[in-house]
Protein backbone atom coordinates (compact mmCIF):
# COMPACT_ATOMS: atom_id res chain seq x y z
CA UNK A 1 0.00 0.00 0.00
CA UNK A 2 0.87 3.32 -1.40
CA UNK A 3 1.44 5.90 2.47
CA UNK A 4 0.61 9.26 1.25
CA UNK A 5 1.69 11.35 4.23
CA UNK A 6 -0.86 14.41 3.09
CA UNK A 7 -3.37 11.74 3.74
CA UNK A 8 -5.47 12.98 7.17
CA UNK A 9 -6.20 9.31 7.76
CA UNK A 10 -2.74 8.31 8.53
CA UNK A 11 -2.30 10.72 11.22
CA UNK A 12 -6.18 10.88 12.65
CA UNK A 13 -5.74 6.35 13.20
CA UNK A 14 -1.98 7.17 14.89
CA UNK A 15 -3.15 10.18 17.29
CA UNK A 16 -6.87 9.02 17.91
CA UNK A 17 -8.18 12.55 16.73
CA UNK A 18 -7.27 15.09 13.79
CA UNK A 19 -3.94 16.92 14.38
CA UNK A 20 -2.20 19.69 12.30
CA UNK A 21 0.48 17.73 10.21
CA UNK A 22 0.37 19.55 7.00
CA UNK A 23 0.95 23.34 6.61
CA UNK A 24 -0.19 25.15 2.86
CA UNK A 25 1.78 28.84 2.65
CA UNK A 26 0.01 31.02 -0.68
CA UNK A 27 3.62 32.43 -1.81
CA UNK A 28 1.86 34.95 -3.97
CA UNK A 29 -1.19 35.81 -5.45
CA UNK A 30 0.73 36.82 -8.98
CA UNK A 31 0.09 34.57 -11.83
CA UNK A 32 0.90 34.55 -16.10
CA UNK A 33 -2.02 32.57 -16.07
CA UNK A 34 -6.38 32.70 -15.78
CA UNK A 35 -7.34 29.26 -15.53
CA UNK A 36 -11.24 28.87 -16.23
CA UNK A 37 -11.05 26.23 -12.93
CA UNK A 38 -8.95 28.26 -10.64
CA UNK A 39 -9.95 27.75 -6.87
CA UNK A 40 -8.31 31.12 -5.97
CA UNK A 41 -9.07 32.76 -9.37
CA UNK A 42 -10.73 35.99 -7.46
CA UNK A 43 -7.60 36.66 -5.38
CA UNK A 44 -5.36 36.31 -8.49
CA UNK A 45 -3.58 40.30 -8.95
CA UNK A 46 -1.54 41.97 -10.70
CA UNK A 47 -0.80 44.76 -7.58
CA UNK A 48 2.95 44.69 -5.96
CA UNK A 49 3.00 42.22 -2.82
CA UNK A 50 4.69 42.84 0.30
CA UNK A 51 5.25 39.61 1.75
CA UNK A 52 5.43 38.40 5.33
CA UNK A 53 8.05 38.31 6.87
CA UNK A 54 9.70 34.97 6.50
CA UNK A 55 11.54 34.16 9.90
CA UNK A 56 8.20 35.18 11.67
CA UNK A 57 6.43 32.45 9.69
CA UNK A 58 9.26 29.69 10.44
CA UNK A 59 8.91 30.70 14.01
CA UNK A 60 5.48 30.01 14.15
CA UNK A 61 6.14 26.15 12.08
CA UNK A 62 8.37 25.85 14.84
CA UNK A 63 5.88 25.59 17.10
CA UNK A 64 3.62 22.86 15.58
CA UNK A 65 4.99 19.22 17.10
CA UNK A 66 2.79 17.08 14.83
CA UNK A 67 4.03 19.25 11.28
CA UNK A 68 4.71 16.56 8.83
CA UNK A 69 4.05 17.89 5.18
CA UNK A 70 4.50 21.47 3.82
CA UNK A 71 3.23 22.55 0.46
CA UNK A 72 3.78 26.12 -1.08
CA UNK A 73 1.35 27.52 -3.78
CA UNK A 74 -0.25 30.68 -5.31
CA UNK A 75 -0.97 32.39 -7.66
CA UNK A 76 2.28 30.86 -9.42
CA UNK A 77 4.90 30.35 -7.10
CA UNK A 78 7.72 30.99 -9.34
CA UNK A 79 6.62 34.41 -10.70
CA UNK A 80 8.90 36.29 -9.34
CA UNK A 81 12.52 35.74 -9.00
CA UNK A 82 12.66 37.75 -5.93
CA UNK A 83 9.91 35.88 -4.12
CA UNK A 84 11.42 32.87 -4.95
CA UNK A 85 14.74 33.94 -3.89
CA UNK A 86 13.50 35.70 -0.19
CA UNK A 87 10.32 33.58 0.13
CA UNK A 88 9.85 30.42 -1.33
CA UNK A 89 12.90 28.99 -0.60
CA UNK A 90 13.90 29.90 2.58
CA UNK A 91 10.56 27.95 3.91
CA UNK A 92 11.40 24.81 2.06
CA UNK A 93 14.92 25.11 3.01
CA UNK A 94 13.70 25.23 7.05
CA UNK A 95 11.00 21.97 5.88
CA UNK A 96 13.33 20.31 4.57
CA UNK A 97 15.71 21.00 7.61
CA UNK A 98 13.32 19.27 9.79
CA UNK A 99 12.93 16.46 7.71
CA UNK A 100 9.10 17.44 6.19
CA UNK A 101 7.73 15.86 2.86
CA UNK A 102 7.40 18.96 0.57
CA UNK A 103 5.52 20.05 -2.42
CA UNK A 104 5.32 23.15 -4.67
CA UNK A 105 1.75 23.87 -6.49
CA UNK A 106 3.52 25.30 -10.05
CA UNK A 107 1.87 25.64 -13.76
CA UNK A 108 5.26 24.78 -15.14
CA UNK A 109 5.36 27.40 -17.77
CA UNK A 110 8.60 29.74 -16.50
CA UNK A 111 11.94 29.19 -17.08
CA UNK A 112 13.03 25.98 -16.12
CA UNK A 113 15.70 27.29 -14.73
CA UNK A 114 13.69 28.45 -11.68
CA UNK A 115 12.27 25.02 -11.11
CA UNK A 116 15.55 23.35 -10.52
CA UNK A 117 16.56 25.85 -8.15
CA UNK A 118 13.91 24.27 -6.11
CA UNK A 119 14.75 20.87 -6.75
CA UNK A 120 17.37 20.13 -3.82
CA UNK A 121 14.14 21.37 -1.44
CA UNK A 122 11.14 19.64 -3.38
CA UNK A 123 10.12 16.14 -3.02
CA UNK A 124 7.03 17.03 -5.44
CA UNK A 125 6.43 19.22 -8.12
CA UNK A 126 2.42 19.65 -8.35
CA UNK A 127 1.71 20.52 -11.83
CA UNK A 128 -1.74 21.49 -13.33
CA UNK A 129 -2.38 19.43 -16.99
CA UNK A 130 -5.85 19.44 -18.50
CA UNK A 131 -4.59 19.71 -22.03
CA UNK A 132 -4.13 17.53 -24.89
CA UNK A 133 -2.89 20.16 -27.52
CA UNK A 134 -2.30 24.00 -27.39
CA UNK A 135 -5.95 24.65 -28.22
CA UNK A 136 -6.98 23.04 -24.78
CA UNK A 137 -3.95 24.89 -23.46
CA UNK A 138 -5.12 28.43 -24.90
CA UNK A 139 -8.65 27.59 -24.36
CA UNK A 140 -8.03 26.64 -20.58
CA UNK A 141 -5.08 28.45 -19.51
CA UNK A 142 -6.70 32.29 -20.34
CA UNK A 143 -9.92 31.56 -20.30
CA UNK A 144 -10.66 34.32 -17.59
CA UNK A 145 -8.01 36.94 -19.09
CA UNK A 146 -8.91 40.23 -19.22
CA UNK A 147 -7.97 40.94 -22.16
CA UNK A 148 -7.35 38.04 -25.61
CA UNK A 149 -4.06 36.28 -25.67
CA UNK A 150 -2.27 35.81 -28.93
CA UNK A 151 -2.13 32.00 -30.41
CA UNK A 152 1.56 31.89 -30.57
CA UNK A 153 1.98 33.47 -26.91
CA UNK A 154 -0.07 30.04 -25.56
CA UNK A 155 1.78 28.25 -27.81
CA UNK A 156 5.47 28.87 -26.57
CA UNK A 157 3.93 28.45 -22.69
CA UNK A 158 2.54 25.05 -23.32
CA UNK A 159 5.54 24.08 -25.34
CA UNK A 160 8.34 25.99 -22.59
CA UNK A 161 5.48 23.55 -19.91
CA UNK A 162 5.85 20.51 -21.65
CA UNK A 163 9.82 20.57 -22.13
CA UNK A 164 10.13 21.47 -18.67
CA UNK A 165 8.13 19.22 -17.23
CA UNK A 166 10.03 16.59 -19.20
CA UNK A 167 13.60 17.59 -18.20
CA UNK A 168 12.39 18.01 -14.73
CA UNK A 169 11.56 14.24 -14.88
CA UNK A 170 14.59 13.36 -16.27
CA UNK A 171 16.29 15.19 -13.75
CA UNK A 172 14.74 12.70 -11.53
CA UNK A 173 12.07 15.11 -10.16
CA UNK A 174 9.14 13.49 -8.89
CA UNK A 175 6.34 15.33 -10.53
CA UNK A 176 2.97 15.08 -10.04
CA UNK A 177 0.53 16.41 -12.27
CA UNK A 178 -3.01 17.16 -11.43
CA UNK A 179 -5.96 16.86 -14.14
CA UNK A 180 -9.80 18.57 -12.89
CA UNK A 181 -12.59 16.68 -14.30
CA UNK A 182 -14.96 19.05 -16.21
CA UNK A 183 -16.86 18.96 -19.03
CA UNK A 184 -14.18 20.03 -21.25
CA UNK A 185 -11.74 17.12 -19.92
CA UNK A 186 -13.99 14.01 -19.14
CA UNK A 187 -13.81 12.25 -22.27
CA UNK A 188 -9.84 13.36 -22.51
CA UNK A 189 -8.30 11.96 -19.43
CA UNK A 190 -7.30 8.85 -20.51
CA UNK A 191 -5.45 10.22 -23.21
CA UNK A 192 -4.20 12.98 -21.03
CA UNK A 193 -2.83 10.36 -19.04
CA UNK A 194 -0.92 8.51 -21.35
CA UNK A 195 0.41 11.78 -22.67
CA UNK A 196 1.56 12.56 -18.90
CA UNK A 197 3.04 8.82 -18.77
CA UNK A 198 5.54 9.71 -22.06
CA UNK A 199 6.47 12.61 -20.37
CA UNK A 200 7.67 11.01 -17.16
CA UNK A 201 4.81 12.25 -14.70
CA UNK A 202 5.34 9.83 -11.89
CA UNK A 203 2.03 10.47 -10.63
CA UNK A 204 -1.16 11.75 -11.93
CA UNK A 205 -3.83 13.41 -9.50
CA UNK A 206 -7.37 13.54 -10.27
CA UNK A 207 -10.11 15.75 -8.62
CA UNK A 208 -13.45 16.68 -9.87
CA UNK A 209 -14.51 20.24 -10.28
CA UNK A 210 -15.77 22.13 -7.63
CA UNK A 211 -17.87 25.89 -7.51
CA UNK A 212 -14.83 27.59 -5.66
CA UNK A 213 -14.42 30.86 -7.40
CA UNK A 214 -13.64 30.67 -10.84
CA UNK A 215 -15.23 27.10 -10.92
CA UNK A 216 -18.33 28.42 -9.90
CA UNK A 217 -19.00 29.75 -13.49
CA UNK A 218 -18.60 26.29 -15.12
CA UNK A 219 -21.20 22.96 -15.13
CA UNK A 220 -20.52 20.63 -12.32
CA UNK A 221 -20.66 16.85 -13.22
CA UNK A 222 -23.34 14.87 -11.90
CA UNK A 223 -22.54 11.59 -9.18
CA UNK A 224 -23.67 9.75 -12.55
CA UNK A 225 -21.60 11.27 -14.86
CA UNK A 226 -18.13 10.79 -12.80
CA UNK A 227 -18.76 7.46 -12.07
CA UNK A 228 -18.33 7.07 -15.69
CA UNK A 229 -16.16 9.27 -16.16
CA UNK A 230 -13.59 7.42 -13.36
CA UNK A 231 -14.47 4.03 -15.18
CA UNK A 232 -13.72 5.00 -18.78
CA UNK A 233 -10.49 6.43 -16.90
CA UNK A 234 -9.51 3.01 -15.23
CA UNK A 235 -9.68 1.42 -18.63
CA UNK A 236 -7.93 3.93 -20.38
CA UNK A 237 -5.10 4.79 -18.55
CA UNK A 238 -1.20 4.02 -18.66
CA UNK A 239 -1.55 1.94 -15.52
CA UNK A 240 2.50 1.73 -14.71
CA UNK A 241 1.83 5.62 -13.09
CA UNK A 242 0.46 6.32 -9.91
CA UNK A 243 -2.89 7.33 -9.94
CA UNK A 244 -4.09 9.39 -6.73
CA UNK A 245 -7.84 10.76 -6.58
CA UNK A 246 -8.61 13.59 -4.65
CA UNK A 247 -12.21 14.98 -3.08
CA UNK A 248 -13.86 12.19 -4.79
CA UNK A 249 -17.92 12.46 -3.69
CA UNK A 250 -18.01 8.81 -3.29
CA UNK A 251 -17.95 7.37 0.09
CA UNK A 252 -18.28 3.32 1.30
CA UNK A 253 -21.20 4.50 3.65
CA UNK A 254 -23.14 5.56 0.02
CA UNK A 255 -26.68 3.06 -0.12
CA UNK A 256 -26.03 3.63 -3.84
CA UNK A 257 -24.53 0.15 -5.35
CA UNK A 258 -22.80 1.52 -8.39
CA UNK A 259 -20.59 4.10 -5.60
CA UNK A 260 -19.15 0.88 -3.61
CA UNK A 261 -18.27 -0.72 -6.68
CA UNK A 262 -16.70 1.93 -8.48
CA UNK A 263 -14.56 2.11 -5.21
CA UNK A 264 -14.17 -1.70 -4.88
CA UNK A 265 -12.47 -1.22 -8.51
CA UNK A 266 -10.18 1.80 -7.61
CA UNK A 267 -9.10 -0.13 -4.42
CA UNK A 268 -8.26 -3.18 -6.88
CA UNK A 269 -6.63 -1.57 -9.51
CA UNK A 270 -2.84 -1.28 -9.17
CA UNK A 271 -0.96 1.91 -8.86
CA UNK A 272 -4.24 3.62 -7.55
CA UNK A 273 -5.15 5.48 -3.94
CA UNK A 274 -7.99 7.08 -3.02
CA UNK A 275 -6.70 10.55 -0.65
CA UNK A 276 -8.81 11.36 2.32
CA UNK A 277 -9.33 15.26 2.15
CA UNK A 278 -6.53 16.98 4.26
CA UNK A 279 -9.00 20.03 3.98
CA UNK A 280 -10.22 21.12 7.72
CA UNK A 281 -8.97 17.75 8.33
CA UNK A 282 -4.99 17.90 9.51
CA UNK A 283 -4.08 21.12 7.23
CA UNK A 284 -4.51 25.01 7.21
CA UNK A 285 -3.35 27.58 4.62
CA UNK A 286 -1.39 30.29 5.38
CA UNK A 287 -1.76 33.36 3.42
CA UNK A 288 2.10 35.00 2.89
CA UNK A 289 1.00 38.38 2.17
CA UNK A 290 -1.99 39.24 4.30
CA UNK A 291 -0.99 36.66 6.75
CA UNK A 292 -4.89 35.07 7.21
CA UNK A 293 -5.14 31.44 8.10
CA UNK A 294 -8.44 29.83 6.47
CA UNK A 295 -9.51 26.11 5.99
CA UNK A 296 -8.63 25.92 1.86
CA UNK A 297 -11.18 25.29 -0.49
CA UNK A 298 -14.01 26.30 2.02
CA UNK A 299 -14.54 29.67 1.02
CA UNK A 300 -17.79 30.62 2.53
CA UNK A 301 -15.92 30.25 5.56
CA UNK A 302 -14.39 33.48 7.73
CA UNK A 303 -10.47 33.60 8.00
CA UNK A 304 -9.35 31.53 11.11
CA UNK A 305 -7.25 34.33 11.76
CA UNK A 306 -3.82 35.87 10.99
CA UNK A 307 -0.32 33.88 11.70
CA UNK A 308 1.37 37.77 13.16
CA UNK A 309 -1.62 37.79 15.46
CA UNK A 310 -3.41 34.55 16.72
CA UNK A 311 -0.27 31.99 15.41
CA UNK A 312 -1.25 28.75 13.96
CA UNK A 313 -2.11 26.36 16.86
CA UNK A 314 -4.84 28.61 18.26
CA UNK A 315 -6.82 29.11 14.95
CA UNK A 316 -6.38 25.55 14.52
CA UNK A 317 -7.41 24.46 17.60
CA UNK A 318 -10.56 27.33 16.97
CA UNK A 319 -11.28 25.30 14.10
CA UNK A 320 -11.63 22.13 15.63
CA UNK A 321 -13.99 23.97 18.06
CA UNK A 322 -16.45 25.18 15.19
CA UNK A 323 -19.36 23.57 14.02
CA UNK A 324 -18.06 23.75 10.51
CA UNK A 325 -15.60 20.80 11.57
CA UNK A 326 -17.27 19.04 13.94
CA UNK A 327 -20.09 18.62 11.46
CA UNK A 328 -18.29 16.37 8.94
CA UNK A 329 -16.03 14.63 12.18
CA UNK A 330 -16.68 11.54 11.39
CA UNK A 331 -14.06 8.58 10.89
CA UNK A 332 -14.32 4.77 9.79
CA UNK A 333 -11.08 2.82 10.13
CA UNK A 334 -13.39 -0.44 8.35
CA UNK A 335 -12.64 2.01 5.09
CA UNK A 336 -9.76 4.17 5.86
CA UNK A 337 -12.25 7.16 5.34
CA UNK A 338 -12.41 10.37 7.11
CA UNK A 339 -15.25 11.69 5.07
CA UNK A 340 -16.21 14.64 3.65
CA UNK A 341 -15.05 18.06 3.40
CA UNK A 342 -17.59 20.76 3.53
CA UNK A 343 -17.30 21.63 -0.37
CA UNK A 344 -18.31 17.84 -1.06
CA UNK A 345 -20.34 17.58 1.24
CA UNK A 346 -22.13 21.45 0.18
CA UNK A 347 -21.85 20.19 -3.91
CA UNK A 348 -23.55 16.51 -3.52
CA UNK A 349 -24.55 15.75 0.21
CA UNK A 350 -26.54 18.67 1.59
CA UNK A 351 -28.87 17.66 4.43
CA UNK A 352 -27.00 14.34 4.68
CA UNK A 353 -25.83 12.98 7.99
CA UNK A 354 -22.41 11.26 7.31
CA UNK A 355 -21.93 10.38 11.20
CA UNK A 356 -24.58 8.16 11.31
CA UNK A 357 -23.72 6.30 8.23
CA UNK A 358 -21.66 3.16 8.26
CA UNK A 359 -19.29 1.54 5.38
CA UNK A 360 -21.75 -1.19 3.87
CA UNK A 361 -19.06 -3.01 2.07
CA UNK A 362 -15.25 -2.68 3.53
CA UNK A 363 -12.26 -2.80 1.53
CA UNK A 364 -8.78 -4.83 1.81
CA UNK A 365 -6.00 -3.93 3.47
Same mark, same amino acid.
Given at each position: ? #???????????????R?????????????????????????? @??????????????????? =?????????I +????????????????????????????S?? #??????????????L???? %???????????????????????????????? =?????????N??????????????????????????A??????? &??? =???????????????F????????L???????? %????????????????F??????????????????? !??????????? !?? @??? !?????? &???? %??????? @????????????F?????????????? /?????M? +???????? %??? /?????F =???????????
Open positions: M #IKDPWDPYWSRKAHGHVLTSIEVTATNHCNLRCEHCAVGDL @LTTVREQHLDVEMVIDQLA =QIPTLETFS +TGGEPTYSVETLRTFVIPLLKYAKKRNLTQ #INTNATLPVDRYKALPFV %DVIHISYNYLDVVDFHEIAFDKNKHPVNRAVA =QRLYQTMNEVAELAQLGAFVSAESIITERTANKLGINRRLAQ &MGV =QRHEIHPLYPSDFARMRLLSLDERLCITRLL %DERASHVWMLFGTLPFWCSDVPEDRALLERLTASP !NVTVRNDPDGR !NR @LNI !NGISGE &MVVQ %DFNSLEP @LGFVQREGIMQAEAWQASQSFTKYNC /YCPEAC +TGPNLIVA %DTY /YRGVE =QTRRAVMTKGG
